[in-house]
């Protein structure tokens, strides 16, 4: 078995309908991706596993879908008008454009060196850079310009008319719609701490990203949950420790393999400003260990700037004791839905002899069935593959495919990974009876309808 590279992982994705390059017909747009008919279907499989896991089973949880636009002034209240920045660099040779400290620490690792680079000013990053005397590498070139920050919220304007439009921005992250909403779920659901208010949904950086692939996209697509408690009654380490394993618990649920993951703690120079503690679930990509999942103790940051810059009281009433009113504190579980995606491409990418397969967790198959009729030019085998297909579509996600001869068949459902095909021959006609292969074995056996619903069922559970 050979190491899955990213361009293995790329081409098939393309090839196969998972993920194809933004705005391709017009030579792309850099960083953007769009999700085909089979990509789509695995991401939503990913966020209906994500949501069934964190909102659905359980009765702390309340969930929202805010707006992507929401007034400027909760961006200046949040800190991200003045504080989400990153520090970019231009070639003035070839215009390459990237992030300064993505440049150090590339360069660094190839030469088995270590710099620290977190909490640099722009003017200390570029000394670093001149010292190392660190090359372009599109060019070759060591002609830069001077390091400088730039916000990475989009901006946009609001209104009709060129003269009255007002300055909006892209949320640059989904959790702002749930503080802002934190009084109007008090008021509408009555919750007691503790207690979480959960949502999926895009978000948008302007950031200089290292080209790979889905990994870190200008728009991309995350799930999160603030989780709001009590201080003086909730511990926030144990808490913290919780959430940690339930983390855990979720990302070996999605069939990650558990050395393929780690935790790693953020150094006081490289963790968010809202944040007093904040540690990342690492995955280890074909391109190394980055961080797929995100954990941060935000205290009472967010609700408290919110009620200063409002004026709205966001405190909670302690309903034993209707005196005490306060601010509750925050943890706050991050899953980048894109780097779950990629992550379960990656490992799930199987090559065995000349077969190559995606050995996806079955219920997160885009399809768990395809039907075959044997053959196309024979009405009986093909109205009775019809009407298996009917049976199987009504209990679970299945395909049709009468494409080419049975062993292509075969090949092209196990690079999209569906975990079992179901053919339907001349002995179909004779005794009720088809074959069922499964995807991982490759081994086949003949059963009746009603048992191959009974397998599939057993299987998908």
């Known amino acids: 078995m050979s190491k899955t590279t990213m361009n293995d992982v790329v081409a098939l994705a393309k090839r196969r309908g998972f993920v194809f390059p933004g705005s391709e017909i017009y030579g792309g747009l850099a960083n953007t991706y769009d999700f085909g008919p089979l990509g789509v279907e695995l991401l939503r ?82 000394e670093m850079i001149n010292d190392l005397e660190i090359p372009c590498a599109s060019c070759g070139k060591r002609d830069w310009t001077e390091v400088r920050s730039f916000n990475l919220l989009f901006e946009t304007n609001i209104g009709i008319v060129e003269k009255s439009q007002s300055l909006a921005y892209l949320r ?108 990342d679930i690492d995955y280890e990509f074909p391109f190394g260990f980055k961080e797929m999942f995100g954990l941060a103790y ?35 579980p991050t899953f980048g839905i894109n780097r779950i995606f990629l992550a379960i491409l990656a490992q799930s990418y199987t090559t065995e002899g000349d077969r190559t397969y995606l050995k996806l967790p079955n219920k997160l198959a885009p399809y768990k069935v395809a039907v075959f009729p044997l053959v196309k030019n024979k009405p009986e085998i093909v109205g009775k593959a019809q009407d298996v297909f009917e049976v199987l579509s009504k209990k679970t996600a299945t395909t049709w495919d009468d494409r080419g001869n049975i062993g292509k068949r075969y090949m092209a459902q196990d690079e999209i990974g569906t975990p079992f095909c179901v053919t339907v021959d001349y002995q179909t006609l004779e005794d009720g009876t088809v074959t069922l292969r499964d995807r991982d074995n490759t081994e086949q056996e003949r059963l009746t309808i009603e048992e191959v619903e009974a397998r599939i069922a057993s299987m998908l559970s």
């Open 298 to 332: 935000r205290t009472d940051f967010d609700l408290k700037n919110h009620m200063d810059k409002s004026g709205v009281d966001l405190r909670y009433t302690d309903p034993y004791d209707p005196q005490r009113k306060f601010i509750p504190h925050v943890i706050e």
């Open 45 to 126: 499989n990913i966020l209906n596993q994500w949501w069934d896991f964190f909102v659905t089973q359980r009765n702390d949880m309340y969930g929202l879908d805010t707006s992507i636009l929401m007034s400027p002034k909760v961006w200046d209240a949040s800190g991200h008008t003045a504080s989400f920045t990153d520090a970019l660099i231009d070639c003035k040779s070839c215009k390459t454009r990237t992030r300064a400290d993505h440049l150090i620490e590339d360069f660094t690792e190839k030469k088995g060196q270590e710099e620290k680079v977190e909490g640099k000013t722009p003017e200390e990053l570029t």
């Open 172 to 279: 640059g992250e989904i959790a702002q719609g749930m503080f802002v909403n934190f009084k109007n779920v008090l008021n509408t659901m009555r919750p007691k701490l503790p207690f979480g208010i959960a949502q999926t949904g895009k978000a948008f950086r302007n950031e200089i990203t290292l080209g790979n692939f889905i990994f870190r996209t200008l728009e991309f697509n995350l799930a999160e949950f603030e989780y709001f408690f009590d201080p003086e009654k909730e511990n926030w380490e144990e808490l913290f420790a919780k959430w940690q394993s339930v983390m855990m618990e979720f990302a070996m649920s999605m069939g990650l393999a558990e050395d393929k993951l780690r935790w790693r703690t953020h150094t006081d120079d490289e963790r968010s400003h809202y944040s007093t503690r904040t540690e």
